[in-house]
Structure formats: C-alpha cells, structure tokens
C-alpha cells in the first residue's frame, strides 16, 4: 500500500473516470463519423425517438443533464436543424421538442451502432498482442508481482500480472480504502 502522504493522481477514481471518459467520448465520436454530435446529444437525440415529444425539463432528466446542459445541448440540435418544437393539443402553453425529419435520419442511420460502440469503449485499450508483458518481455507474467517497501507493487511489475491478479490487487486496495470511509448514518 502506498503511504498515506503520497499522492499519486493516476491512481485517483476521478482521474481515472475522466480518464475513461475521455476515450469513451473518443470512441463514440470516431464510430459515429460525425465530429459535431456528442454523446450527450445522441442521448437527447435517442430519447426523443423514444418519446417522440418531450418537454426540456424532461428531457434532461431522462438523459441526466442539468438545466444549463440541456439547453446548451438542445440550442445546438436546433441550430444543426434536428429537432424542433411541437405544439401540445393538451396544454398550450408546453412546447415540446420532438425530431425533425433529418433528426430521425441520422438516428435511424447510426441506432444500430450503439451496440458496437459499447463493445469497442468496454473492450481492452490495448490489443493482446500489443501489450508490454508478453512472455518474452524481460518482466513476464511469470515473476510475481510483489511489493516494494511501503507495500506498492511496481507498475511495469503489476501490468504484466495475469487480469485476474491485478483485478484481486485493486479490489483488495478499494476495500482496503473503503474500510476506513466513514459509514451512513443510519436515519430512523
């Protein structure tokens, strides 16, 4: 375990969800071949194929956007001419947003692709055969992977672990780091 005063920021949760979100942005962007749609607005975009019409309000809850976001997101979508409002036979003063003809296009068009996008973003970021440790790499998975003073495993030493044994290392840190977090008050 590293020591307690050592803070290194590429073993930080929020680096690394930022991290991670950054290649799956990446991915998505290069998959779908348009450099102007971001994740977020396929989502709006999906979810108003879903409903058909939507208010902005809900339409930021279904897709987990703040206020701000959703009409920054929705502004956009507008002006690239994807949607647009609807009059509501039911309440006037709502206008609801719904996909205009080349907004359903470019959904039909790439709706298929989600699956194929979640794989590549959930697959390995390094192929097998490009990977650091193969087994005639000087630190193969051979060597165990064993602590230096201060109980940290070195990284070159950890990557060349089978999946298994990094997975059982990081699991063992995170419940080693959860242990000490402070535990809910119990509300009776």
């Not at 930021?60 to 979508?77: E, F, H, K, N, S």
């Not at 790499?137 to 051979?142: D, M, N, V």
């Amino acid at each position: 375990m590293a020591d307690e005063g050592t803070y290194v920021l590429d073993a930080q949760v929020g680096y690394l969800l930022r991290r991670a979100h950054q290649r799956a942005t990446a991915i998505f962007q290069a998959e779908i071949g348009d450099d102007q749609l971001t994740p977020t607005q396929w989502a709006a975009l999906v979810k108003l194929a879903e409903h058909e019409a939507l208010s902005q309000n809900h339409l930021g809850r279904l897709t987990a956007m703040d206020p701000a976001t959703a009409q920054g997101v929705i502004r956009r979508l507008k002006r690239r001419g994807l949607i647009a409002r609807v009059d509501d036979d039911g309440d006037r003063r709502r206008k609801p947003w719904r996909l205009t003809a080349a907004g359903e296009a470019l959904v039909g068009g790439h709706l298929g692709d989600g699956h194929r996008i979640s794989a590549t973003i959930l697959a390995p970021s390094t192929p097998p055969s490009a990977a650091p440790c193969s087994p005639s790499s000087p630190a193969s998975a051979e060597r165990p992977a064993r602590p230096v003073p201060g109980g940290r495993i070195p990284r070159a030493r950890l990557a060349c672990q089978p999946r298994r044994a990094r997975r059982a290392f990081f699991l063992g840190r995170f419940k080693e780091r959860a242990a000490r977090w402070p535990t809910a008050v119990s509300h009776r």
